[in-house]
């Protein structure tokens, strides 16, 4: 266990509202990840983040954004939230190199 | 592209059988492997990483890799009910510096009581 929470835990919320989700992390890792899952896509990498102020895109990165002002967290923003957001959000952390990377407990995001 | 490729299952196996799950993966410059498992609603946990080819062994799971063949393999032995879970196979991508992984859409495992 690395230490990673994530709040909220589950948001439910409207079409076209912003949305922030925060991860937070106690393992001093350098390397931190948001990550969506869904069914019949598995995870899928969203945005990731290298060192402080260090960030860049993953896969499916097309309507979310990012910041890491502090080694400890991450933020994910969705700048206008879409049905097509709705999904399950994963953090994780690692100390980069070719070593693993830790899962946070999940948040249940519901775009309505 | 890369990929990482999974059977999806479910695989069905009778307790105390060997479940073997089976992983291939496009990216030959990969240099680190890894099998998590998920159980429903929960987030995935880490059970073996592997980075050289062979096998690893920690108590009922074996972790087999053959780079030749770009093909990672988890073997549980004496399966039991609480092995019934996603299993998630994951590859490092290294490019640029950084470090990324692609994962695999999972297999769902089912240990028979």
């Known amino acids: 266990d690395a230490g990673i929470t994530q709040s909220p835990r589950h948001k439910v919320t409207e079409t076209g509202t912003p949305v922030t989700l925060r991860c937070h992390q106690t393992?001093?890792?350098?390397?931190m990840y948001w990550y969506r899952q869904d069914p019949g896509h598995g995870l899928r990498l969203i945005h990731y983040?290298?060192?402080?102020?260090?960030?860049d895109k993953g896969e499916v990165s097309d309507g979310y954004s990012v910041s890491r002002s502090k080694t400890e967290d991450f933020l994910l923003t969705l700048e206008s939230a879409t049905s097509s957001q709705t999904s399950v959000y994963f953090c994780?952390?690692?100390?980069?190199?070719?070593?693993?990377?830790?899962f946070g407990p999940g948040t249940r995001l519901t775009v309505l | 592209q890369k990929e990482v490729e999974q059977n999806s299952g479910p695989l069905s196996v009778p307790e105390g059988a060997i479940a073997s799950l089976n992983c291939t993966y496009s990216?030959?410059?990969?240099?680190?492997f890894f099998w998590y498992r998920q159980y429903s609603g929960k987030s995935p946990e880490l059970i073996m990483s592997?980075?050289?080819?062979g096998d690893k062994e920690d108590g009922r799971f074996t972790a087999q890799l053959n780079k030749a063949s770009q093909y990672v393999s988890l073997l549980i032995r004496d399966s039991q009910p609480s092995d019934s879970a996603t299993y998630l196979c994951?590859?490092?991508?290294?490019?640029?510096?950084?470090?990324?992984?692609?994962f695999g859409t999972g297999t769902r495992l089912k240990v028979l009581a």
């Open positions: 990216d030959r410059v990969s240099q680190s």
């Open positions: 994780a952390t690692g100390s980069g190199g070719i070593d693993e990377q830790f």
């Open positions: 393992e001093n890792h350098r390397y």
């Open positions: 983040s290298y060192g402080v102020k260090d960030t």
């Open positions: 592997i980075y050289s080819n």
């Open positions: 994951a590859v490092n991508l290294v490019g640029s510096g950084t470090y990324k992984y692609i």
